[in-house]
């Protein structure tokens, strides 16, 4: 499988601790990170690399696993796009 890392300018951001520890434990806590770097696999959404305050270095982390410095994590929605937006379905028949 082919990818490419690349460095992208540094973006002071929290953590949701949950991608830390495999959705197993510390559900709606956060921590400071600084984003590092991105990684391009072929047929998947763009990843990231961050490094913590502690001196660890997460790689290849979703985008969802992210919120904003400053922001409460317990205020950041939580809901898929299918189920926050309605989408009708349109049927044309042809």
Do not use: W
């Not at 890392?5 to 949701?16: H, S, T």
């Not at 510390?26 to 921590?31: A, I, P, T, W």
């Amino acid at each position: 499988m082919s990818y490419l890392n690349a460095n992208i300018p540094v973006q002071y951001a929290q953590i949701k601790r949950e991608y830390l520890y495999d959705f197993k434990k510390h559900h709606g806590e956060v921590e400071d990170c600084i984003i590092f770097g991105i990684t391009s696999l072929t047929g998947r959404a763009i990843l990231f690399h961050a490094i913590m305050e502690n001196g660890a270095i997460f790689y290849r982390l979703p985008i969802s696993a992210f919120i904003q410095r400053g922001y409460d994590a317990k205020s950041v929605q939580t809901q898929r796009l299918d189920e926050a937006v309605k989408i009708s379905q349109v049927v044309i028949a042809g």
